[in-house]
């Protein structure tokens, strides 16, 4: 997530120091699945047309064109896009002054447990709704403690919603107003503070919800030196717990953000 | 790879049809760590100064600056560049006409055993050498079978040139000629037909050695309907078998080949 509804960069609350001890398993990596018997993709296909919280979209040209069938030679396009395009991870530098940037963000961090919180009920009946300690708590009391060093997922059911564009994916209220669920940043605060997780994930738009102004649970993941996944799909086929999430996030120089190709073994 | 050592496009041979039957586990994934003790970052950081086969480079522009130390807001840049760039995978597509692209790869395609050819010493006397069929056979007799669905990646050691730049990692000789080593095309047909491989990879610019004009090793890959992953880097830190790689390729729609985030299960 990048601009505002209306297109302005937010320039917000100056706070005090980052807070820099992010999860790093140092004794191998936990809640290792036995042997995965299945790989999960969680992104969405990058493309022109893709809904993105900014105005601006990717864009594709073809250098060489597609060859005719059965022909040998070199094919390729070149891409222009915002680093918050497409399915994406947040850099805790995205978000906070000095905060650590994409090449920064170590490869243990980048392959951790998943837990998926369920919110789809609620979020079909109230596009505004957040995610909150209460629905963390539910989810361990239903299938036990969240893993240290886990990335936890809001499952909002939204990502049905790219297929209808940017207006459906932003849930566009008649008054301009956006309407898409999130995570509260009590919940990220008590996740990061209380169970050590490593990142977080929406399968909307924006780690904050679609309403909010002052994006609270960036504020959080972000000053927590925690990184943010936006944009998923393909969170029904995860259990609530057991996957092994793989972040290829694109490690491009001073980066604050990129298209991250997510695959789950489950 | 995509323009040959003067710019121009390759429009190359026509042959037979694609050969399509890419080693898919059915039953789930071969080979996995009982349970994986660290993560290795196999992909360069991509940068606008990033060694690269063509001459055009990644470009990033600063959309929203960095903010002060502390400060909260956004910051994101722009990225723009071809395909093929920083550490990447050619699908299938970027060598032959009708071949599959980067979105009909199959995401167990992208989660496979890695068997690493250590050729270095023979690289550092002769930067043209090619991997052949023997060095299979070699590493077969020190280390088992090659497995089904493998990505057979070779170690040159000529990622370490990547600090030097363009020049170096080119290997450009006095003549203008490039010279770093690659895969042999009678080593690749080998691994598709008898081992059933799943992928290829190289810490070089090109599947193919510097020195080819004809991309022998790009047809077979393209036309067995595999992948090729090339400039990897960190192959040092990986077993000679066991390894289980990532793929994190950012899925763009109709690309060719895209900038991969790959990570070793070591």
Redo the contacts between chains.
């Keep these: 997530?990048?601009?505002n509804g209306t297109g302005e960069?937010?320039?917000?609350?100056?706070?005090?120091?980052?807070h820099a001890e992010p999860a790093r398993p140092e004794a191998?990596?936990p809640a290792?699945p036995?042997?995965?018997?299945?790989?999960?993709?969680l992104?969405?296909?990058?493309?022109?047309t893709t809904a993105t919280f900014d105005e601006?979209k990717p864009t594709?040209e073809t250098?060489?064109p597609?060859?005719?069938?059965?022909?040998?030679?070199?094919?390729?396009?070149?891409?222009?896009?915002?680093?918050?395009s497409?399915?994406h991870l947040d850099a805790p530098?995205?978000?906070?002054?000095?905060g650590r940037l994409v090449?920064d963000i170590a490869?243990?961090e980048?392959?951790v447990p998943a837990v998926v919180l369920d919110v789809r009920e609620r979020a079909a009946q109230d596009p505004d709704t957040v995610v909150t300690v209460e629905d963390v708590l539910e989810h361990e009391r239903a299938h036990g403690p969240v893993p240290e060093g886990s990335a936890v997922l809001m499952f909002s059911g939204w990502s049905t919603k790219w297929e209808q564009g940017d207006a459906a994916v932003r849930g566009m209220g008649t008054e301009g107003t956006w309407h898409f669920p999130g995570l509260g940043a009590e919940a990220c605060a008590f996740l990061v503070e209380k169970r050590g997780v490593s990142g977080f994930g929406v399968d909307t738009l924006s780690s904050d919800p679609g309403t909010s102004t002052d994006?609270p649970a960036?504020?959080v993941i972000?000053?927590a030196d925690r990184w943010g996944l936006e944009c998923l799909t393909g969170l029904e086929r995860l259990p609530p717990r057991g996957a092994v999430l793989?972040?290829?996030?694109?490690?491009?120089?001073?980066?604050?953000?990129?298209?991250?190709?997510?695959?789950a073994?489950v």
Tied chains: 1, 2.
Excluded: I, K, Q, Y
């Design positions: 997530m990048c601009l960069t937010v320039r917000a609350r100056t706070g005090g120091p980052v191998g990596l290792w036995s042997r995965p018997g299945r790989v999960v993709d992104s969405h296909v990058l493309s022109p601006e594709r250098v060489a597609a060859l005719p069938e059965g022909e040998v030679g070199f094919h390729f396009n070149r891409w222009t896009f915002l680093e918050h497409g399915t530098g995205h978000v906070v002054g000095g090449p490869p243990e980048l392959v994006f960036h504020e972000g000053r793989t972040v290829g996030v694109m490690p491009g120089e001073d980066a604050s953000g990129a298209p991250s190709r997510v695959l073994l």
